[in-house]
């Protein structure tokens, strides 16, 4: 009866309680291979047969086990790498709006800058528009001469031109 030595403990008891034997709990393998052979309705093909049965069950039941654990393995494998990239997606948003942000506030500190000195540039012509004006209002009773004119004109040329720059910059 070699062939019972290839079932486990549980094996053995199930083909027992096939064969209507009842074993005690705390029963050791040789005691259950002796209340096998000693059963009224042992047959050794069909003891062969149905161990066998029970054997490629349990190891049926072993690799579905096995599989189930592998797939389970696999699906929070698959949902840590998804976790994985929805936190690396979340990150890169992140710095993308912190350098979109960076940028924004750099263009409006550039747009401040060229402002002031929109408003710096205007202040001087119209100082110098005052000063033109001063020099033309001290020099109309006297403006006879034609060096005197070319002096106006050369006054003039020079307010209208930087006027021209200003009007240059704004449109910047």
Known sequence: MAFLAKGKKADLVNV???LGENVPPNSRVPDIKHIILESKNFNEEAVRIMLDRIIGERLEEAEAERQQLEHEAERQRLEREAEQQRLEREAEQQRLER???????EREAEQRRL????????????????E????????APAATTPLEELRRFIIRSL???SRLSLMRRKMR
């Open 115 to 130: 402002e002031r000195e929109a408003e710096a540039e205007q202040r001087q012509i119209e100082l110098q528009r005052l």
């Open 99 to 105: 350098e979109a942000e960076q940028q924004r506030l």
């Open 16 to 18: 027992c309680e096939e």
């Open 132 to 139: 033109i004006r001063r020099l033309e209002l001290q020099a």
């Open 159 to 161: 307010w209208h031109k």
